[in-house]
Nanobody, 121 residues
Framework: QVQLVESGGGLVQPGGSLRLSCAASGSILRINRMGWYRRAPGKQRELVAAISTGGDTVYVDSVKGRFTISRDNTKNTTYLQMNNLKPEDTAVYYC???????????????WGQGTQVTVSS
């Protein structure tokens, strides 16, 4: 069974940095798009950043120039480097990956358990 395990969240002061990691494990034939979403208290979940297999990236406007998404296909891992963090970045961050487990299955989205990021002085 495929699992996504996130790490790297925590408490940081405004202007600080954090790096989130998300590693996929289990039976994996191919991982297509990988991304990070977040849900702040009282708000809907939003896409923060996503990256294709080839490295093409997209970002929500509020994090452009501050966050960088990357991936290591040899490790089935994606990273989110977050710099110049602001209080409005406070949220639970979720990793997402579109994964095909074998030749007989379809590509399906998988989700991590979420990691809390709190930006506060």
């Amino acid at each position: 069974q495929v699992q996504l395990v996130e790490s790297g969240g925590g408490l940081v002061q405004p202007g600080g940095s954090l790096r989130l990691s998300c590693a996929a494990s289990g039976s994996i034939l191919r991982i297509n798009r990988m991304g990070w979403y977040r849900r702040a208290p009282g708000k809907q979940r939003e896409l923060v950043a996503a990256i294709s297999t080839g490295g093409d990236t997209v970002y929500v406007d509020s994090v452009k120039g501050r966050f960088t998404i990357s991936r290591d296909n040899t490790k089935n891992t994606t990273y989110l480097q977050m710099n110049n963090l602001k209080p409005e970045d406070t949220a639970v961050y979720y990793c997402n990956a579109n994964i095909r487990e074998n030749w007989y299955s379809s590509e399906v989205p998988k989700w991590g358990q979420g990691t809390q990021v709190t930006v506060s002085s």
